[in-house]
């Protein structure tokens, strides 16, 4: 069965540079959100978009933006980097809105900020 | 403030025996689900409780939702090393927002 796809896998930028995560998210499925997991902590919700808006807001720093496009991809865009962004982004989608719909998440992009 | 306390945070055990994992919160979920994640992986998800009271069996792991979908519990009998892995619970309080808990990192040893 065809997962969550998330690229790239691994990233190195430094410090005020700017990067750009993708998220495909399982056919079918219309809800994207993204979340960033710092080491030894649990992962914590950023943002989320249903058809292609944005559904809800979480810890979402102002220099980060992310917008879910006609082909349901979503990309995390995130501007003059912190040591501190240094995590893995993990993208999960669902197959619909509302509160029973269940996450499926990808392998996660780990970011690492020099 | 962590909105969903889970419990205990590490655990390690001998193959064949039972644990018990405990998610809870004052707030009221209308939701609630349970993940295990792998180093460097994402989280998969085990199991969603939505009703009151619910008791879902997953082979050798058990899940219940509180009476009051404020709490949670994950029991596993005759644990195997393959268990070993960070479980996490996350919880709706309506619409897309998910909260998750701190985790409990499982250790089997064989």
């Known amino acids: 069965a065809a997962g969550v796809i998330q690229s790239p896998r691994h990233l190195i930028k430094e410090k005020r540079e700017t990067a750009t995560l993708k998220c495909y998210p399982i056919p079918r499925h219309d809800t994207v959100y993204w979340y960033q997991q710092g080491p030894g902590q649990d992962p914590q919700f950023l943002i989320s978009f249903y058809e292609k808006m944005q559904s809800d807001k979480g810890s979402i720093p102002d220099r980060f933006s992310a917008q879910q496009f006609s082909d349901y991809h979503s990309e995390l865009n995130m501007s003059s980097l912190e040591l501190g962004d240094s995590a893995l982004y993990f993208c999960?989608?669902?197959?619909?809105?509302?509160?029973?719909?269940?996450?499926?998440f990808g392998p996660g992009t780990r970011l690492t900020v020099t | 403030t962590q909105l969903l306390e889970q419990s205990p945070q590490f655990l390690s055990i001998q193959e064949g025996e039972n644990l018990t994992v405990y998610c809870n919160s004052s707030s009221v979920f209308s939701s609630l689900q349970w993940y295990r994640q792998e180093p460097g992986e994402g989280p998969v998800l085990l199991v969603t409780v939505v009703t009151g009271g619910e008791v879902k069996k997953l082979k050798r792991l058990t899940f219940q939702f509180g009476d009051a979908r404020k709490d949670s519990s994950l029991h596993i009998t005759a644990a195997q090393p393959g268990d070993t892995g960070l479980y996490l619970c996350a919880g709706k309080t309506g619409g897309f927002k998910t909260i998750f808990g701190a985790g409990t990192r499982l250790f089997v040893k064989a």
């Open positions: 999960a989608s669902s197959p619909g809105q509302g509160s029973l719909d269940e996450q499926y």
